[in-house]
């Protein structure tokens, strides 16, 4: 069962992936931008890791969105 934390990470994710592929851009190239290892992003979209303030920073600004799309 997903508990109410992994619930709200794999929404995170979902928002970040649809975000980059509205973008056209590959986990790689968004990695690149944000200056983020590709796993770490990788990591984040599927949910399985809970990211930094800084790390939801670098992204928003890599995609040229508000941190706040992502919620």
Do not use: C, W, Y
């Not at 979902?14 to 190239?29: A, C, N």
Request: charged share 30%; proline share 3%; aromatic share 4%.
């Amino acid at each position: 069962m997903i508990d109410d934390a992994h619930r709200k990470l794999l929404h995170f994710g979902q928002k970040l992936r649809e975000q980059r592929k509205s973008k056209g851009l590959t986990i790689e190239q968004l990695a690149n931008i944000a200056d983020l290892e590709r796993i770490a992003v990788s990591r984040i979209e599927l949910g399985k890791t809970n990211p930094k303030l800084m790390t939801i920073l670098a992204l928003a600004e890599a995609l040229e969105i508000s941190p706040k799309e992502f919620f």
